[in-house]
């Protein structure tokens, strides 16, 4: 314990001997909560200033003149209310496309842009033939992701006032038609007929209802079909791609059977060119002496090429068959199959004459003459038929190379193509489909929407169709001097108020728990546990991490560690108060408790000191190095901005093995508000890091002593590093 005291009062006093020495220690405190301090004014308020965010407006729109002879125009009405709007900067450029140039070069962030016919379409909406009312908003995407945010909001804003006077105007004009009713029923005192045209007014909003019920029904009729139309397109457009790859297939096993039929035309060849060599084999052997034995021979040879012939035919009756060739395939085919079948008789007939001769020679003793003679004329006529055989066979086999194989190659190429061709189709076929459901989806939302417009409107007409019917039936059982009282009261009413009603018949009441006044006040612990850690960064680099062994001898490396660990803890902690009580006092952030929020930083300060102090004992600058990149990684994936659950998978995976996040949530407590034990659980938490750090510095560090010495004499060598 003393050395780790006589270490750590030597290195105060180094600290406090030199002026120069003193300053960069001054500027070592300051610079993170620098950068805290720039980080959080810069967040303080970002919302609060969107009045420096440029919309363009534009309205089209044409004036409406309603029955009564008011003339109205919404789209003037919209661009009224956005000149009183002081939270965006509204520009309103002279025409539609000067807007929309200012959005694709920038100047504007968006632009709203009012039809021609809105008014018109607002007003008669259940007429046919009427297109539903829109307003189309042109977004710079690229120029900034906040700010697409913040327009997104102002246009979904605009949309909901605009829905809001669309029922606004609705129901103001179904309330001044029962004022101006009720006006007439003073003017004329006629009860009875009063009450008659109630009862024809009560009909025709019941019937409005039946109709507004009908629409609304034929919208879920239409819901479900285009829902029926979604399955069948998703189940059309994988069918399709299913079909597409069969296609490919089928395009795969023809090129296969290109190679088959290769193989077979040889084979093919082979056994024409085997019967030709045995007949040609024949012809000689005609000439040779042994006759008898040549005749036997010369008939076992006309045998197999019989048999070889008959294999050929059969092989082309099948090629030539009606489901398995097109186009002129068959008639060659045909063609060849007479051919096969006339050489095949050949064939036939020279055996017969072959084996006739054989036996007349065997009787040679007997007849002479007559045998000379007969043998004589068989061995002519098997001369004969041998050369017309042959010549069939040249026939045969040019004819097949020449005509059928050519043709059933362009058949297969062509039928390859094809199959190819149907499979792009298919897969072209199963995209549309797919884009044809993002349209029925479109079209089911529109559906839903236009359902929750006509409601409200029913909603409107049924109220003043009990309205009128209570109203009736006070009337007709009342007395007559109470008649006219009673009407004028029930009927009379403020459109106005009807209408602002009607228009937003449910408020909504925020109730916020934990509030926080400001975005700069949220984003404090984040920014200002980024800060200490970057303190501790900068203590490393500007101060030596190991103590000098010579100066102390009969040191540990354990003494050595804490001796030096608590110069660096010490600057860290006053590096962290600065920060602190700059967020507290300068900018008065929002801060519950004060004293915790400070604590919450000191232990943070410690935590994080020591990990990054032991990093850098063990690893001397590659320890800097992991230093570096832990806090990039916590930057990103420590849930300080964005909520963890928002963030990709790998971040909600290994956030919980950093030490930012507790120290993070530990600060927000002491700002936002305290739950149970939640402050002590986080630092808790926090603190095993403590143990991990120890367990670098202390343990780690032995085994890569050496090497960790090698690696810095051989950077010190370089002079560069």
Not at 1 to 29: A, E, H, Q, T
Not at 504 to 523: D, H, K, L, M, R
Request: net charge negative.
């Amino acid at each position: 314990m003393k050395m780790i005291r006589k270490i750590y009062l030597n290195d105060l006093k180094n600290l406090l001997r030199s002026f120069f020495v003193l300053v960069i220690i001054g500027g070592v405190c300051i610079l993170p909560a620098l950068y805290a301090w720039l980080n959080i004014y810069s967040n303080w308020d970002p919302y609060g200033n969107t009045q420096n965010i440029t919309l363009a407006a534009v309205s089209e729109d044409t004036d409406y003149v309603t029955k009564d002879g008011v003339k109205s125009n919404v789209g003037n009405q919209i661009l009224s209310s956005l000149k009183e709007n002081k939270k965006i900067h509204w520009v309103f450029p002279t025409g539609k496309d000067a807007a929309i140039k200012g959005v694709r070069s920038g100047k504007y962030y968006g632009a709203l842009v009012v039809p021609k016919d809105f008014t018109y379409s607002m007003y008669n909406v259940f007429i046919e033939d009427v297109s539903r009312p829109s307003i189309t908003f042109y977004q710079n995407q690229k120029k900034n992701p906040v700010a697409n945010k913040i327009t997104d909001t102002v246009a979904e804003t605009v949309l909901t006032n605009v829905n809001n006077q669309f029922i606004e105007v609705m129901t103001q004009t179904v309330f001044k038609d029962a004022n101006s009713f009720a006006n007439d029923l003073k003017a004329q005192g006629g009860v009875d007929s009063i009450i008659e045209k109630m009862e024809d007014m009560n009909q025709s909003l019941k019937d409005y209802e039946t109709m507004i019920d009908r629409v609304i029904q034929s919208n879920q009729t239409l819901n479900n079909a285009l829902k029926s139309a979604d399955r069948d397109v998703e189940e059309k457009a994988a069918q399709a791609d299913q079909e597409s790859s069969n296609l490919k297939d089928s395009a795969g096993s023809i090129n296969s059977t290109e190679v088959t039929l290769n193989q077979y035309n040889a084979e093919v060849n082979a056994t024409l060119n085997d019967i030709k060599t045995r007949l040609n084999r024949m012809s000689q052997t005609l000439s040779s002496s042994d006759l008898p034995d040549d005749m036997d021979k010369l008939a076992k040879d006309t045998r197999t090429a019989y048999n070889d012939t008959s294999k050929i035919i059969t092989d082309l009756t099948a090629l030539g068959a009606p489901d398995s060739a097109s186009g002129d395939i068959p008639e060659i085919v045909n063609t060849l199959i007479d051919q096969a079948k006339s050489l095949q008789n050949t064939i036939l007939n020279i055996d017969q004459i072959a084996n006739i001769n054989a036996d007349l020679t065997k009787e040679m003793d007997k007849v002479v003459d007559n045998a000379g003679s007969e043998t004589e004329k068989a061995l002519t006529s098997v001369t004969d038929g041998l050369d017309k055989a042959i010549k069939a066979i040249n026939t045969i086999q040019g004819q097949y190379n020449d005509s059928l194989v050519p043709l059933i190659n362009q058949s297969l190429d062509s039928t390859s193509q094809a199959l190819l061709q149907a499979s792009n189709l298919m897969s072209s076929m199963s995209d549309t489909l797919a884009g044809m459901g993002n349209v029925f989806g479109a079209l089911e939302m529109t559906a839903s929407a236009s359902d929750n417009s006509l409601t409200n409107t029913k909603d409107v007409l049924d109220a003043l169709s009990e309205r009128l019917t209570t109203t009736i039936d006070k009337v007709t059982n009342a007395k007559e001097d109470e008649k006219v009282k009673i009407l004028m009261d029930t009927l009379t009413g403020d459109p106005d108020r009807y209408a602002a009603y009607f228009s937003s018949p449910v408020n909504i009441t925020s109730n916020a728990v934990y509030p926080v006044e400001n975005y700069g006040s949220s984003v404090t612990p984040f920014y200002t546990a980024l800060a200490i850690w970057v303190g501790a960064l900068i203590l490393t680099a500007v101060m030596k991490a190991r103590p000098d062994k010579k100066k102390y001898p009969g040191s540990t490396s354990a003494q050595r560690f804490f001796g030096r660990f608590l110069t660096f803890l010490t600057l860290a902690e006053l590096q962290t108060l600065v920060t602190v009580l700059g967020n507290l006092y300068l900018f008065k952030i929002q801060c519950l408790h004060p004293f915790y929020y400070w604590l919450a930083c000191a232990i943070a300060a410690f935590t994080f000191t020591i990990l990054i102090y032991s990093l850098v004992v063990a690893f001397h600058d590659v320890g800097k190095a992991i230093a570096v990149v832990l806090v990039v990684i916590q930057i990103a994936g420590s849930s300080g901005t964005y909520p963890i659950e928002v963030l990709p998978e790998f971040f909600r995976k290994v956030y919980i093995f950093f030490p930012f996040p507790y120290a993070i949530n530990a600060m927000r407590e002491t700002i936002g508000g305290m739950y149970g034990h939640d402050y002590a659980f986080y630092l808790m938490q926090l603190s095993v890091f403590i143990l991990v750090a120890l367990g670098i510095g202390l343990l780690v560090q032995k085994p890569l002593h050496e090497l960790s010495h090698f690696m810095e004499k051989r950077m010190h060598d370089t002079e560069m590093m």
